[in-house]
């Protein structure tokens, strides 16, 4: 976030100021970042003129610049189109002047055309007009209006483009706009219609077309044609849009169809299958299956034999393609459960048909149902045959242990972190797709005692267990931000930074178009003064946990991987896996009755029914509306307030800093100064925000029982405590080695005071101890202020000035230890004790910075006497002897007490390997072979110590040996 003041006095603005303090932000941020194309805020000018100035002005730009924008930057980024659930067919149309700012205009399409050439910049950008009505010239005073379409051309076009015209939607195109969203500019307050998904475009470029027939656009139908416009679809291939007469035909029409008829529907739904309209494919499907079975009962009626009443051979052939097609439309637009539903229609009829159980397949891979996937794809390879050794065969078993993986991961939460981490370090904006959320025996409830909801243990989890493993719901990286433009808040002077802006750009578009996350957010609390909402249903907000016990690990893993040694068995082990799966026997082919419900089904799991499937609960809630006219929109300022109150910042796995503090590899060592390395290092956060819905009911301890951490857009949640059936599930949502005064001014936009143990003793100390709390507050500020920059800068040089400085910390340490004397938590004295460790280090004093390490180690948990750091008559203090060792058992003890404790921050992790390191610099210096064995010993013990507290917050020992693969080498080798 932006710090106060930095755009605007604090109150410059204040909330509900109006349209001229509206108009007064906008001209402050134009002023201040610059103009941007499309931003002329004038009434008075064409929109078609308003669009070539920009273009122009782009065009400049990039002629300027040099080298187009990256495509990674270039993309969506954080949300899932929005698409219309809705065939054509089934729509009425609305003219561009009656579309209603703000909304999605449900059961409506806008018939218009291009006047422009259009560019690119996130969206292909141009401006379009009504169709002249019954009487009207073209172009006399007709409605204009700008069009913005998402995600298209985005292969042939890469970047930013002044003109995009040989690819898609040149001027003259004609357009059917289906359900349009007419909304007002983030950047300028125009308003403008925006298109997410291209499969809502289909280009006329009939002029027999129903739609344009003899109106005064049959010309530009024809032109279109000649000028090849094209529309990419959802699917990714760049096609001519086919031809749509047919689709606007009613299904009573099909009654009367010839006996081609379900042919022609099959082609004409075959052709928008591949350009990416997969609504209006399952339409034409389905419109085959009524001609169909038209056919199917005059056949019938004909035949009086006694296989009269099975479906002709070449009929059933048909109909089972439909069917097919049908699932495969339904894929298309993630309407799985409909596609399961189609899938089996087929294989009642047919068990071992492979294309169905291909679907099938992938339909349960979408709905999370992994291991029944994987049974079916299993059943669809017996069934297909491919040849042994080709490469279908090869990408098929590659399919099959991808869906074995995503059920290890769902069903028992086991994840090759590692590999995860190489796949997020290999771009800028991870997302890690491809891999399955886990949600573990925990539940939201009721917190009791006015605290809203909480998170819970619904069984026993021992430490280091995993909680939840999931991907964010919606997450915006900095290479993603299209505008540096700031968002003004409700709160006077406060500003969301520029990943948080662009989240709340973005996020309108996809809770329109997914009713589960439109549900979860609904449940969230928006903080201030909105009320709390009730515990979400898992059901409808997908909360249901996905864990299985160990004891049903091994269940239902399917049929063996290896291929059947014979056709008969082949055909056995597939017509067994269709009936475990479906659950039915081989049965008559489907009737109207059961295709009609898949179709209904497909349009109301992926959206088209809103209110039944989770919008309902949102627009009780507010976050959804539905205008008189039926219009569907969305609360943008709750909406930004939700995600404001809920979002996280994924934070980078801890650091792997060698103790080999010289000049080379601390980055600049005493050259560097030191107030720059800590601002460097306090600017390194905020390089993405996203929103992960269930992770946002665990509510807040400093000295929390779980831990959180991210790996691309996966966070994981772990249990840090063993916790009995029941428990509530706490982490900290601020850094729990601030000062008191620090932590409950981050809390403080929470709107709550924190009451967990660290903080009820610090409140409790201060009021016993006034003189000693400011004791301590007045030293970390001498610390913060001139020590620590100053022990940053002499890192990595051991003269005189270094020592020098080191004794002063220990001085100071000394006297913050004595004023915390009594205290459970000493968590104050975690960085100078850090900070000491690392110029002794510098110093080659290893002995006494292994004194130092035990105190920060100490500093990061509850403090116990029995625990404490040894001094020097205990074996290894900071007086006499070198850096000799002595009395290693007492010392490996040290080591095996530290792993009882419970730690509030992973830096520990650190302290406990640069622990071990030093141990092992000191036996590769050790004269003796005793003492060179002595002091390896307890570099493997202070290993141990940091895996074990690594696998509390982290769990997978792969990731941590990737993480500190340079630090582990010099543990067992001596050196990097």
Not at 776 to 799: I, K, N, R, T
């Amino acid at each position: 976030m932006y710090p106060p003041g930095l755009f605007s006095p604090p109150g410059m603005f204040p909330p509900g100021g109006g349209l001229f303090a509206d108009a007064m932000q906008r001209a402050l941020l134009r002023d201040l970042l610059g103009g941007t194309p499309m931003t002329d805020d004038s009434r008075g000018v064409a929109l078609t003129a308003q669009h070539e100035q920009a273009r122009g002005q782009l065009a400049q730009h990039l002629a300027e610049a040099g080298a187009p924008v990256a495509k990674e930057k270039m993309q969506m980024g954080s949300v899932r189109p929005r698409f219309s659930r809705e065939p054509l067919a089934r729509l009425t149309p609305i003219r561009l002047s009656q579309l209603r700012l703000g909304y999605v205009h449900t059961g409506k399409y806008v018939l218009c055309r291009t006047l422009v050439t259009p560019y690119k910049l996130r969206a292909v950008g141009t401006v379009v007009t009504d169709c002249p009505e019954d009487g009207e010239d073209e172009g006399d005073g007709a409605c204009q209006r700008r069009l913005s379409v998402y995600n298209l051309a985005t292969k042939e076009v890469p970047g930013r483009s002044a003109d995009v015209s040989r690819h898609c939607l040149p001027a003259g195109t004609v357009l059917a706009i289906k359900e349009p969203y007419f909304r007002v500019g983030s950047a300028d307050s125009q308003p403008f219609l925006r298109v997410d998904s291209p499969s809502d475009l289909l280009v006329i470029s009939d002029p027999q077309h129903p739609l344009v027939a003899g109106t005064a656009w049959e010309r530009h139908a024809v032109a279109a044609a000649v000028a090849g416009a094209a529309v990419r679809g959802s699917s990714g291939s760049t096609t001519s849009a086919p031809q749509l007469a047919s689709s606007v035909a009613t299904a009573a029409g099909a009654a009367t169809a010839d006996a081609d008829e379900a042919a022609r529907w099959q082609v004409e739904g075959n052709a928008l299958f591949g350009s990416g309209h997969f609504v209006d494919a399952l339409h034409a499907y389905q419109q085959g299956l009524a001609a169909a079975g038209q056919q199917q009962q005059q056949g019938q009626a004909q035949l009086e034999l006694p296989a009269a009443g099975q479906p002709l051979p070449a009929l059933e052939k048909r109909i089972a393609v439909l069917l097919n097609n049908s699932a495969a439309a339904c894929l298309g637009f993630r309407a799985f459960n409909a596609a399961c539903a189609y899938a089996q229609l087929v294989l009642r009829q047919e068990p071992r048909n492979a294309k169905a159980l291909m679907r099938l397949a992938k339909a349960l891979d979408g709905l999370g149902r992994y291991t029944e996937a994987a049974e079916a794809w299993e059943a669809h390879l017996a069934a297909a045959s491919y040849g042994a050794g080709s490469t279908t065969a090869a990408a098929g078993q590659r399919f099959l242990a991808e869906l074995r993986r995503r059920a290890a991961q769902a069903e028992r939460g086991e994840y090759d972190e590692a590999a995860l981490a190489r796949e997020a370090a290999a771009s800028s904006a991870p997302r890690l797709e491809g891999h399955a959320d886990f949600i573990g025996p925990v539940a939201v409830a009721d917190a009791g005692g006015g605290r809203g909801r909480g998170l819970f243990a619904t069984a026993p989890v021992r430490a280091g267990q995993l909680l939840l493993a999931m991907r964010a719901d919606a997450v915006c990286y900095i290479d993603e931000v299209q505008s540096l433009m700031p968002q003004f808040t409700s709160t006077p002077g406060v500003i969301n930074g520029p990943t948080q802006s662009q989240l709340n750009r973005d996020l309108p578009i996809s809770v329109l178009g997914c009713p589960r996350l439109a549900a979860r957010l609904a449940h969230l609390h928006a903080g201030g003064r909105h009320r709390v909402p009730p515990v979400p249903p898992a059901a409808e907000c997908g909360f249901v946990p996905t864990w299985r016990p160990a004891a049903a690990a091994g269940a239902g893993a399917g049929l063996s991987a290896g291929e059947p040694s014979s056709a008969a068995a082949a055909a056995a082990a597939a017509a067994a896996a269709a009936a475990r799966v479906t659950g039915e026997e081989p049965a008559a082919m489907a009737g109207d009755a059961e295709v009609a419900a898949c179709e209904q089904l497909a349009m109301v799991e992926s959206g088209g029914g809103v209110v039944q499937q989770g919008g309902g609960g949102a627009m009780a809630r507010g976050l959804l509306e539905i205008s008189p006219e039926g219009y569907l929109g969305v609360d943008d300022e709750l909406l930004q307030c939700i995600s404001s109150t809920n979002a996280f910042t994924p934070d980078p796995l801890p650091e792997t800093k060698m103790v080999d503090t010289s000049s080379s590899s601390c980055g600049g060592g005493g050259s560097r100064d030191g107030h720059a390395r800590l601002k460097a290092l306090k600017n390194k956060a905020g390089s993405a925000t996203g929103l992960w819905s269930l992770a946002s009911f665990i509510n807040h301890s400093c000295c929390g029982n779980s831990s959180r951490y991210f790996l691309g857009d996966f966070m994981f949640v772990r249990a840090s405590l063993d916790l009995p059936v029941g428990a509530e599930v706490t982490f900290s949502y601020t850094d729990p080695l601030l000062s008191f005064d620090e932590r409950a001014q981050a809390l403080s936009k929470h709107g709550f005071a924190c009451g967990c143990e660290l903080c009820s003793e610090d409140r409790e100390w201060r009021r016993r101890h006034p003189d000693r709390a400011r004791e301590v507050e007045a030293l970390s500020e001498a610390l913060a202020q001139d020590l620590a920059p100053a022990a940053l800068s002499a890192a990595g040089s051991h003269g005189a000035a270094t020592r020098q400085l080191a004794a002063q910390i220990r001085r100071l340490l000394d006297k913050m230890a004595a004023a915390l004397a009594g205290r459970a938590w000493r968590t104050a004295l975690f960085w100078p004790s850090s900070a000491l460790a690392m110029l002794l280090q510098s110093c080659g004093d290893h002995r006494a910075a292994l004194v130092a390490y035990e105190e920060t180690l100490a500093a990061a948990a509850r403090f116990s006497t029995s625990d404490g750091p040894r001094d020097g008559a205990g074996g290894y203090g900071s007086g006499g002897g070198g850096n000799t060792v002595a009395a290693p058992a007492a010392m490996l003890s040290e080591a095996v007490a530290a792993r009882g404790r419970h730690y509030v921050h992973p830096a520990a992790i650190q302290t406990a390997v640069n622990m071990a390191a030093t141990w092992a610099q000191m036996a590769e210096a050790a004269g003796g072979r005793g003492q060179r064995q002595a002091a390896r010993q307890q570099a493997q013990s202070w290993e141990a110590t940091a895996r074990d507290i690594w696998s509390r917050f982290y769990g997978s020992q792969e990731l941590f040996d990737l993480r500190f693969a340079g630090p582990l080498r010099l543990i067992r080798t001596g050196s990097v």
